[in-house]
């Protein structure tokens, strides 16, 4: 959700925040704002709207500043308001506030100060921690201090970071339930809510755990505990580079990330298929193979496009590890009774690492003594940490807020962690061989689909003005399905829904007519001939139909409207090309509609509130 950054040191902060709001816009972009000290004096400036709308706001700039605090929003509690963008001010105005996450009980909290005689300028749930600090500033004289108490009257989620005209040589900075990093440099430091915003300064980095309470100085830092006890952590190397969140070329993220898939499914594959052994090698799961082989039942939870891709897995690994699976969202795994035996084990997928829903089951999977691996794209992120154990998936920095290059990488990872426990299992050398090869082939026939690209921006041309779309699949493809009606609605606003082509009798077939666009997902599986029926149930009445079909298929195009061909692969990798057309189309139909594909309406790319 919101995105943090904050930075003590001997440079001119502004560039520094503004530069770094700008990397973390993806996380929100409904507002922001910054907060800097000059000569001992707190100056904030906010707006509504993007970064660029911040950067207008601020005057021109003769003196230096070298300590300060910025803040992109996405809404929670209060509308996207300049009032309500951060950072907020206690009454006396020399105490500033950035937070990411949802304080639970502000209201009682607001009340209380209310009853005080402090008055509140927001309708935000953070702006109640700023007067708690405050407040206890009056008794203790000591930022740390004060924040420490105020903490402990919070329940909730954070990550917090507070600068102060009284104290004006330090950041102090807290996280619970929310991600916040410290970056290390040279005489100066930086935190931040995730890596891309300080990764143009260092690659040094302390991942703050929950509960800590970080004082930053230009050249040191002291971690305590909310209890006051000294903690120390490892300072560690991310192995990012710039170029990575940068468009390199491309006007958008989510372009980039689509034509970026032949390499990074390359990557989440890199030295994990042992071709002439048939088999595979997933570093992070050696000491958990037996209890994987050993399990009972897998229960993948996610939410959003890992969630999709937790249903391929269930096919892939229900078929060739030959284990029962369980998908389901965290968000209700967590608030239920889920029965977890001794050989149960969870693996919680997340591109972030970070979505709060996950987190939560990871968590209350661990409470119930359940196993619990973690299937994530960002390194160091808090549900790969919370995780026994687990497997990255190497896709790089995703920043378009619609999923696409992690889908393809987290498929690729559950086809590895499919063969790694089916060949403990039943699942023949031949097999396994001719899964790892065909893994090998897939970047290049990624490629050949995207070499398809003008055809698809043709197709997007003739149905971008419409105002429904159905995608149908089924077996491995109806998970597909689904994906590929969710990147419609998130970047196009178009209502889209996925559905196994076979429910559609049951439903959907009455919203078909002439102006229904129907996606089918029809390439030459075990279910083809089933899906040519339902194409024929649609063109019946009149339905226009988008097939994705195989490379040899003669036949489909006499009886759809338009055809995308994606090359032959096993039915249990398909998903990995057949979706690839699917992104584009959605990308495309955006474009067309003059939209912001990397910052949809509403949307936010990592959400960590509930
Ligand atoms: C948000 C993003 C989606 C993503 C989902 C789960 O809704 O916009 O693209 O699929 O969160 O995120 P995660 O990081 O846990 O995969």
């Not at 390359?266 to 570093?283: E, F, I, P």
Request: aromatic share 8%.
């Amino acid at each position: 959700m919101c995105g943090i950054i904050g930075y003590i040191g001997n440079r001119k902060v502004i560039p520094i925040l503004l530069s770094g709001l700008k990397r973390l816009e993806y996380r929100g972009y409904d507002s922001a704002g910054v907060g800097y000290l000059v000569n001992k004096k707190l100056n904030v400036f906010k707006a509504a709207g993007k970064i660029s709308e911040l950067e207008n706001t601020i005057p021109d700039f003769e003196e230096e500043t070298f300590i300060g605090i910025g803040h992109t929003r996405w809404s929670t509690h209060g509308a996207p308001t300049t009032l309500n963008a951060h950072p907020h001010l206690n009454g006396s105005g020399n105490i500033a506030l950035i937070h990411n996450g949802i304080i639970e009980n502000y209201l009682t909290l607001k009340v209380k100060l209310k009853d005080l005689g402090y008055q509140f300028k927001s309708e935000t749930d953070t702006e109640v921690i700023v007067h708690l600090i405050s407040f206890f500033y009056e008794k203790e004289k000591s930022l740390l201090k004060a924040v420490r108490l105020a903490l402990h009257e919070i329940e909730g989620t954070y990550g917090i970071c507070v600068v102060s005209s009284l104290e004006s040589n330090k950041i102090v900075a807290a996280r619970k339930g929310s991600p916040l990093i410290i970056g290390v440099g040279e005489n100066e430091h930086f935190v931040a809510s995730d890596a891309p915003a300080i990764m143009e300064h260092t690659n040094n980095v302390i991942f703050l755990e929950d509960g800590d309470i970080v004082e930053v100085f230009n050249d040191h830092f002291n971690i305590t505990s909310l209890a006051n006890q000294t903690i120390t952590r490892e300072i560690e190397k991310l192995d990012l580079d710039i170029s990575s969140i940068e468009k390199g070329g491309f006007p958008h993220f989510m372009l980039k990330e689509i034509f970026e898939q032949p390499e990074s499914i390359q990557n989440s594959m890199r030295g994990r298929v042992l071709l002439s052994a048939g088999n595979v090698k997933l570093g992070g799961l050696e000491n958990f193979i037996d209890d994987l082989v050993g399990a009972k039942r897998l229960i993948l939870t996610a939410c959003g496009t890992s969630w999709h891709a937790a249903l391929v897995g269930e096919y892939m690994l229900e078929q060739y590890a030959e284990i029962p699976v369980e998908v389901e969202y965290a968000s209700e795994f967590r608030y239920r009774n889920p029965i977890l035996g001794k050989s149960d084990i969870v693996i919680a997928i997340s591109q972030s690492g970070e979505t709060a829903d996950t987190l939560a089951a990871v968590k209350e999977a661990k409470r119930r003594n359940a196993s619990v691996l973690g299937v994530c794209n960002v390194v160091g992120s808090s549900i790969a940490r919370e995780s026994q154990a687990g497997v990255y998936i190497h896709a790089g920095p995703e920043i378009g807020v619609a999923s696409t290059k992690a889908f393809t990488s987290q498929l690729a990872v559950l086809s590895l962690l499919t063969v790694l426990i089916g060949r403990r299992k039943n699942l023949a050398f031949s097999y396994g061989e001719k899964i790892c090869q065909e893994l090998l082939n897939l970047p290049k026939k990624i490629s050949q689909i995207l070499y398809q690209k003008d055809q698809v921006e043709a197709i997007a041309e003739k149905f971008y003005e419409a105002r429904n779309f159905l995608y149908l699949g089924r077996g491995y493809n109806f998970p597909v399905a689904l994906e590929g009606a969710l990147k419609l609605k998130e970047i196009s606003y178009i209502h889209a829904e996925g559905y196994p082509a076979a429910e559609m009798k049951h439903g959907p077939i009455a919203l078909v007519d002439e102006n229904m666009p129907i996606v089918f997902i029809a390439i030459k599986d075990s279910t083809y001939d089933k899906i040519l029926s339902n194409i024929e149930e649609v063109k019946a009445r009149k339905g226009k139909v988008i097939a994705i079909a195989s490379e040899d298929d003669k036949t489909i195009e006499s009886i759809v409207d338009h055809v995308i061909k994606v090359p032959n692969t096993l039915e249990m990798l398909s998903p990995i090309l057949t979706i690839i057309p699917l992104q584009l189309l959605a990308y495309y139909i955006a474009i067309k509609k003059g939209l912001n594909v990397d910052q949809p309406r509403n949307l936010a790319k990592s959400v960590t509130v509930e």
